[in-house]
């Protein structure tokens, strides 16, 4: 191929739009404008969805401004198309014609090669419904989760035409992956199961991806790895306060119970379940870790000879209702559990229940001594707000409430 309309030999336009956007021609950049949700570069990206395919018209307008207040949709997408022309006249492209538009249909054409990850990604998925032969699947598979890098257009996700496709997206591709899971693991291919697994779950954190993760290392005997997933994936948990729907909550716990440890010593198991460096005050530990503790607590309780109190605290806003604020519940929350570790004993726990609730599980207290640990955390709390700071403290249960 010569070089002219038909381009330069070897040169093509790669456009990638799983995880984030990215457009160029060899290797020269297409910025398509400052503005990452201006409309020519939507339009652009609309059409590299299926490139060198027909749209309809309508249907590209209804995208665009189906949501907007415009006068005249179809107005409005032809000064789209007009504008999005000017720029690649201006582009990096070779000099030529790209956009078609005739009898209501727009199309991305002219003789330059195009690469679209997502429209890749749509061909192999229909290729896999129509294929029977089970390696070919197999293959077809494993191409069209290496194209799937992350989301589609993440950084639009707020526009409909983009929460429509990314849905439709991640549908194949979750179909496609549990077909290849099972497969790989029936064919004993723990590896692959575990490098599919780890793309996934770090794509979709806490969807289950992570279980298929920890089946596989657990199966490697690679023991200290599989631990080590699951910790991350508390503490990811816990950085988000512990704000994991039920059925989350249910996942994390069970990519818990997939976790144990090789044979071990008396030395191993020892320096496993020891800290490392024991902080002070209270311990921290994930919602799913705090209710362990106390179901445990509950069940030790009816023996007699252990009591705690379980203490709720509320940070509240400058009208004494629990704030709702997100940012402000993240800033007191800090001061809050920088109160906890000064008051509360090394023997105590403590975890975030929701936005703007901690759980304090404070072992051998009982309920006419709660009255003043709440005193004194609410005591510090406010004096590193600068007396501005207010939350509430409530006992829920003594051992004998619940």
């Keep these: 191929m010569g070089k002219g309309r038909e381009g330069v030999a070897g040169k093509k336009l790669s456009v990638r739009m799983f995880g984030r956007f990215s457009a160029r021609y060899a290797d020269e950049i297409l910025a398509l404008g400052r503005q990452r949700d201006s409309k020519f570069r939507q339009l652009f990206q609309i059409l590299m969805t299926r490139p060198g395919q027909d749209f309809s018209k309508l249907a590209v307008a209804e995208s665009l401004y189906g949501w907007d207040e415009v006068e005249d949709s179809n107005a409005s997408l032809n000064n789209t198309i007009f504008r999005l022309r000017k720029y690649l006249e201006a582009s990096p492209l070779p000099q030529g014609e790209y956009l078609f538009c005739e009898a209501g249909i727009l199309r991305f054409g002219g003789n330059i090669t195009v690469e679209s990850d997502v429209w890749e990604f749509g061909k192999l998925a229909d290729e896999f419904d129509r294929e029977q ?41 979750t179909a496609m992956l549990r077909y290849l899971l099972d497969s790989l693991k029936e064919n004993g291919d723990y590896e692959g199961v575990e490098k599919y697994a780890k793309s996934a ?35 990811d ?48 530990c994930t919602l799913l870790g705090f209710s362990d503790c106390f179901r445990m607590l509950k069940r ?34 800090k001061k809050l559990r920088a109160a906890f570790r000064t008051h509360l004993r090394q023997g105590d726990i403590y975890t975030r229940y929701s936005e703007n609730q901690y759980l304090l599980l404070c072992i051998g207290v009982g309920k006419e001594d709660s009255f003043e640990i709440g005193v004194r955390i609410d005591a510090d709390f406010r004096k590193r707000c600068g007396g501005r700071g207010k939350i509430s403290c409530r006992l829920l249960d003594d051992g004998e409430l619940f």
């Design 133 to 173: 032969d089970r390696r070919k699947k197999l293959a077809l598979c494993e191409k069209a989760c290496e194209l799937y890098q992350g989301e589609f257009l993440p950084q639009l996700s707020n526009e409909q035409w983009v929460i429509e496709q990314s849905r439709y997206y991640q549908k194949m591709y």
């Design 201 to 235: 779950s770090e794509i979709y954190p806490h969807a289950g991806w992570e279980n298929w993760r920890i089946d596989s290392l657990v199966a490697l005997g690679r023991h200290k790895e599989a631990e080590e997933i699951y910790r991350k994936t508390a503490k």
């Design 237 to 284: 948990a816990q950085k988000n306060g512990g704000l994991l729907s039920k059925k989350q909550q249910e996942q994390l716990r069970k990519i818990g119970d997939r976790v144990f440890c090789s044979k071990g010593t008396e030395e191993d198991i020892e320096k496993y379940l020891m800290e490392n460096e024991p902080g002070a005050g209270a311990y921290a």
């Design 300 to 333: 030790v309780v009816k023996r007699g000879k252990v009591y705690f109190s379980l203490i709720l605290c509320t940070i509240l806003d400058a009208g004494g209702h629990p704030a709702v604020d997100r940012e402000y519940c993240e800033k007191q929350g």
